[in-house]
């Protein structure tokens, strides 16, 4: 029992090395890339697969969340006499934290599993040792785009999936529960501040990353056949699942004593 650990442990190991070390030329190639026309050109048709094709079931996410948190929180918050500020609960936890983590698992599902499976396929066809014996680096001209259209979009998307769970509980609170819509804005505007929607958006931004580096390494290290390719997408989805909502807690933690430490307790009124 103890040898079959120890294995396991040198193989986990060993993956999480190559993935570092991939990460790495990754990195090396974006920071330079960013000033590179040529790294745009690469990027930009990449923006339509992961923003426009995405965006429909970002909008339906975030609309169903919306209605779903209304129709939950409205009778608690009716009963101790706070129906006006029903809006405030439902757009801090959207902009703060389901937002981020859904928008982000969508993202995952819709465009991770699609980016592995290509770049999977490239790898079982033998396009990408191709490329590296033709001189052109595979994690330049094929990740640095990839990851800078998740990186950048998924912010875009969560904003998206922000503002239609908002009009959602807005639809569930003014026009199905009669509850003043002048209020139900007012509230949200006083409480919502710039540290909620930043943090929002770091979380968004960090989700996005992970999502099309896992998502590239998968489909960089997947195995040879149709069977191979399926097994690289699933990984795929599955690492990204977890590590969004592990990193959700512990980025959420960190800033949360950030803003303790300078603001103090903050208290919704």
């Known amino acids: 029992m103890i040898s079959a650990v120890g294995a396991k442990t040198i193989v986990s190991m060993e993956a999480v090395g190559r993935f570092a070390a991939f990460a790495w030329q990754m990195v ?3 920071v330079p890339g960013l000033t590179q026309w040529r790294t745009w050109v690469r990027t930009m048709p990449l923006f339509y697969e992961v923003g426009n094709r995405t965006l429909p079931v970002i909008i339906i996410t975030g609309v169903f969340v919306g209605l779903v948190l209304a129709i939950q929180s409205y009778d608690q918050l009716k009963a101790a006499g706070f129906e006006q500020r029903m809006g405030v609960l439902l757009s801090i936890t959207l902009v703060q934290e389901l937002g981020p983590v859904l928008a982000g698992v969508m993202v995952a599902g819709r465009v991770g599993g699609a980016l592995t499976a290509e770049l999977g396929t490239m790898r079982v066809t033998e396009q990408i040792s191709a490329l590296q014996v033709m001189g052109t680096d595979p994690i330049k001209q094929l990740v640095v785009p990839r990851f800078l259209a998740c ?11 922000d503002l239609f769970g908002s009009l959602s509980g807005w639809f569930v609170a003014v026009v199905l529960k009669d509850i003043p819509s002048g209020p139900y804005w007012w509230y949200i505007e006083d409480a919502i ?3 909620d929607v930043g943090v929002g958006f770091t979380k968004s931004m960090l989700f996005g990353g992970l999502i099309g580096l896992i998502a590239c390494y998968k489909g960089f290290h997947c195995r040879t056949g149709a069977e191979g390719v399926g097994r690289a997408c ?5 690492a990204s699942f977890i590590l969004i909502l592990s990193t959700d807690f ?8 950030i803003y303790r430490g300078i603001w103090g307790l903050k208290v919704l009124v």
């Open 250 to 257: 512990f980025i959420g933690t960190f800033l949360s004593g």
């Open 193 to 195: 501040m710039t540290w």
């Open 28 to 30: 090396r190639w974006v």
């Open 234 to 238: 699933t990984e795929s989805f599955v």
């Open 151 to 161: 990186l950048l979009l998924t912010p875009l998307l969560t904003f998206f999936c």
